[in-house]
């Protein structure tokens, strides 16, 4: 149990174009998702966290109007980067947040490699 | 900033165990450590959880002495394989909620 996914795996796109990436919880509800990315040989930096029916909460420096999230569902998070730029390109990877009996942890998806040319 | 600390790389040949050991000086009462596995070009994944004493699982142990201000990830034997960044983590409440912020990891280098 505790599957993440995320489509697309990888993509391509032209500079100025918007592309949106989903999150999905497989086998559990998630009323929290978080949005990562990551840079070559660097660890991962939050984004923001998503939360099912309200607003994404941003991290400081991360441009919500830019990277807009919607959690429509209890297993579904969207990320979409508007008018990509070549500065975009990187891996973008999703987390969810499953509720146990005495702790929460967080389920990684498998990232989405971005390349805006 | 990450709440955790650990060393940059460490290097090890196959069969031996490895010990990778974290500080969390500024753990509060109720967080919970947790440990990731991540390879290049994947998302982490989840090795083991623990709160206090020792936590076993079937692929490594988890060691937290009594003042919680630290813990040791186990790796029994390990193989090529095992070659990835370890991350420690211990959840972030600033702003109300909690997150993780990850650190820079283990980056365990696995030799023949």
């Known amino acids: 149990g505790a599957v993440v996914s995320q489509h697309p795996s990888w993509v391509i796109c032209k500079s100025g174009t918007s592309v949106k990436i989903e999150c999905r919880s497989l086998?559990?509800?998630?009323?929290?998702m978080f949005w990562y990315r990551q840079f070559p040989k660097q660890s991962l930096m939050l984004m923001a966290t998503s939360n099912e029916g309200s607003k994404a909460t941003y991290e400081q420096g991360v441009e919500k109007d830019k990277f807009l999230i919607n959690h429509a569902s209890l297993t579904l998070s969207t990320l979409t980067v508007t008018s990509a730029h070549p500065e975009d390109s990187s891996f973008y990877i999703c987390s969810a947040r499953r509720l146990a009996e005495s702790t929460d942890t967080q389920y990684f998806g498998p990232g989405t490699r971005l390349t805006v040319l | 900033l990450a709440k955790t600390t650990q060393p940059i790389s460490m290097d090890s040949y196959e069969g031996q165990e490895v010990n990778i050991t974290c500080s969390h000086n500024n753990i509060a009462t109720n967080d919970y450590i947790t440990w990731y596995q991540q390879f290049p070009s994947q998302g982490p994944r989840f090795i083991i959880q623990g709160y206090k004493t020792k936590v076993t699982n079937e692929v490594a142990s988890l060691f937290i002495p009594a003042d919680r201000k630290s813990s040791t990830l186990s790796l029994p034997r390990v193989s090529l394989s095992d070659t990835a960044v370890y991350y420690c983590?211990?959840?972030?409440?600033?702003?109300?909620?909690?997150?993780?912020?990850f650190g820079a990891g283990t980056r365990l280098a696995v030799h023949p």
């Open positions: 086998d559990f509800q998630a009323t929290t």
């Open positions: 983590l211990v959840e972030d409440e600033t702003g109300g909620y909690n997150k993780l912020i």
